[in-house]
């Protein structure tokens, strides 16, 4: 199982990569790419394990961008060699949205490009449809229904008992515990980028007694976490191990996190907890017998 940290930022790639030496994968949206992209797909091509490419069909869903499907080909047409996935122009979110996609999908087929379908209705006719044409080795789960595990689940087998060959990209899902369970060949995640934002950390804790174990620890400022397994960095009851393991991997002090380009860092912190959460999702894989894909 492959874990896609997206809309990375270049130089969030670039300082990791000199911390551990160690190539990520990266997802790019076309709503936003900007004058970063040629670094992810060309001069720092190095640190790239894998690169796959949404199509920006969520953003301009919510009205935040004004794409067509006809600049998305274009830029396809000259670019696509350079990922390794690219997916459909899905641009209805809705579980009624199928004619719309699967024709969306059809023209770009039609101009030489192999999108990923994307699967926004878990129980209708579109699963059926997109393994019936025999065409596609990749489908993505996109739908809002994904957000309960009965739902995902019932998608994931049903495509894997029409057809075991075909993997699964699970967009916008980074549940460690579903993803342990489920053999899903591929996720994304934006987390790296929004908890750091809002000054949070993420934290794999060992004395934590649940399966789950990673904690959300705020740095500083007056906002008191609220939510089960968020804390505070000041009063976290193991901020000694914290502090240890932020010194130790990362060179980093609590002052560091505090002080200017506090968030750069935490982004930093929040990208390695990620791509140890791919494998502590393999690991757990590799006990009980769920494929990797």
């Given at each position: 199982?492959?874990?896609?940290?997206?809309?990375?930022?270049?130089?969030?790639?670039?300082y990791y990569y000199e911390i551990f030496r160690e190539p990520l994968n990266v997802l790019l949206s076309f709503a936003i790419m900007g004058s970063d992209t040629k670094g992810f797909l060309q001069t720092h091509r190095n640190m790239v394990a894998s690169i796959i490419a949404d199509s920006g069909a969520w953003s301009v869903a919510k009205g935040k961008s004004n794409i067509t499907l006809e600049q998305l080909i274009s830029y396809l047409q000259l670019w696509g060699r350079c990922f390794d996935r690219y997916f459909n122009f899905d641009t209805d979110f809705s579980d009624r949205g199928f004619a719309n996609n699967i024709a969306n999908q059809l023209l770009m087929e039609r101009a030489g490009l192999t999108p990923v379908p994307v699967v926004h209705n878990f129980y209708d006719r579109e699963i059926d449809d997109y393994i019936d044409s025999g065409k596609y080795e990749w489908l993505a789960l996109g739908s809002s229904q994904s957000t309960k595990f009965k739902a995902i689940s019932d998608a994931?087998?049903?495509?894997?008992?029409r057809n075991p060959a075909i993997k699964i990209h699970w967009f916008g899902g980074s549940t460690f515990d579903w993803l342990c369970q489920l053999p899903i060949a591929s996720c994304d995640t934006s987390s790296w980028a929004k908890a750091g934002v809002y000054g949070f950390i993420t934290y794999w804790n060992?004395?934590?007694?649940?399966?789950?174990?990673?904690?959300?620890?705020?740095?500083?400022?007056?906002?008191?976490?609220?939510?089960r397994n968020e804390y505070h960095f000041v009063t976290y009851p193991w901020r000694t191990e914290l502090e240890d393991y932020l010194r130790n991997t990362f060179g980093y002090t609590y002052q560091k996190l505090c002080g200017y380009g506090d968030k750069y860092y935490m982004q930093v912190v929040n990208t390695r907890f990620y791509v140890e959460l791919e494998r502590r999702i393999n690991e757990e894989r590799r006990k009980n017998g769920i494929p990797l894909e």
């Open positions: 199982m492959q874990l896609y940290h997206a809309s990375l930022f270049l130089n969030i790639l670039r994931v087998y049903r495509i894997k008992k060992p004395h934590e007694d649940s399966f789950n174990k990673s904690h959300r620890i705020y740095i500083s400022g007056p906002v008191k976490p609220s939510k």
